[in-house]
């Protein structure tokens, strides 16, 4: 078993988008030559590209922009658990089994291989109450493998707003199609972007010493 899980999406042009999002896209500004010592690239992208913490200001109109969180709930014991073809939304029933004495972090994975190269509308999300239940034993941290903790069709996003009203932070777009159930350290750090309503984060997940 390895000691070290990247558990982060591969970036580049292909990489599905929420509908209407802004996909990545780099170009060179400067270029290796004659007159040049180096490479310099600028991107143009969503936060929400791949691996990503949500900040409070994606769901509110006054929350803190991603640079102002703290970064504790991004870093430390996390459990993920397996949620495999759960249907529309992560219910109480899904997840009963791997409750016991949780630590601050809860990962949940729903697909036996995440799409990293295709927008599913069809995507699980957290039911409402599932979050909520999930803060009331001292959850800090939720994340999954879905572009979303919400269905994609969702206007009312009520697990966002679950989050808003509980002081939760989210990830979203994780990998965990080879990750077992079970405890770990997750380190997954968003950028200080003091601006942004989200930030991309490289996940991963290391074996408990």
Not at 60 to 89: K, M, Q, T, Y
Not at 111 to 131: C, E, F, I, K, N
Not at 146 to 170: F, W, Y
Request: proline letters at 11%; aromatic letters at 6%; a negative charge.
């Amino acid at each position: 078993m390895p000691t070290l899980w990247d558990i982060s999406p591969p970036v580049h042009e292909r990489s599905p988008v929420f509908p209407g999002d802004t996909p990545y896209t780099q170009e060179w500004v400067a270029t290796l030559g004659p007159g040049c010592p180096v490479n310099v690239s600028a991107l143009h992208l969503s936060p929400h590209v791949g691996a990503h913490a949500d900040a409070p200001l994606h769901y509110d109109p006054d929350g803190a922009a991603i640079g102002a969180v703290s970064l504790e709930p991004f870093l430390g014991p996390c459990r993920v658990i397996h949620a495999i073809a759960c249907g529309p939304l992560i219910e109480w029933r899904h997840i009963a089994h791997a409750v016991a004495d949780l630590p601050p972090r809860v990962l949940v994975r729903t697909y036996q291989h995440m799409p990293q190269d295709r927008w599913d509308g069809a995507l699980s999300a957290y039911a409402p109450d599932t979050v909520a239940r999930l803060a009331d034993l001292g959850v800090q941290l939720i994340g999954i493998d879905t572009a979303s903790i919400d269905p994609a069709d969702s206007k009312l996003l009520s697990s966002h707003q679950v989050i808003r009203q509980r002081g939760l932070r989210v990830l979203e777009n994780l990998v965990l199609d080879d990750v077992p159930e079970g405890d770990f350290e997750l380190i997954a750090l968003p950028l200080k972007l003091t601006q942004a309503d989200a930030s991309p984060v490289r996940a991963v997940l290391r074996a408990l010493r």
